[in-house]
């Protein structure tokens, strides 16, 4: 099988492998770097791997998922106190994807942002509006590139945070890293 792993850093993937994709932090450059790479190469799977800040404070920091649905919540529109998605201001964009569950690990609901998480209101307004168990700045763009180009993509987080007021003294990126890379040598093996 011809896969391609992407990450949006070097750092994130530790595992020696000649088919990685390294597109840069956040949506548009993680969006562009994958439709450049599969209009020019042919792949059956592109795994997307990083790290991610968690919602569920059951997800302990290194604890790996796979993100089988994931939104981009920032678009819409603000209407006063409510925000309107693009379904409900009659817009044809897809701002969800879905994939097959393609591994063993719990399957959870994704964000991505532009902006990540660290305010106690913005925290609670996501969770009540699309209850995402995970937050990243790269996961839905590379499944909607994947989605336009029809290849198969499978998202693999790696919990390295809570979602809470931004603290980094409460991060474990070392862990969450090394588990991330456990789990995808695993996983690439079944391959």
Known sequence: MDFLIVSATKEELTLDNNRHLVTGVGMVSTAIAVTKELSKNHYDLVINVGVAGSFNRSLELGTVVEVNEDFLSELGAQD????LSPLEMDLDIDYQVRMPDRTHLSKVRGITVNTVHGDDLSIMKIVHR????????EGAACMLACKAADVPCVQIR???????KRNKSNWNIPLAIQQLNKELEQFISTL
């Open 130 to 137: 699309l209850n995402p168990q995970v937050e990243s700045m």
């Open 80 to 83: 006063g106190n409510r925000f």
């Open 158 to 164: 790696a919990i390295s945070n809570l979602v809470e």
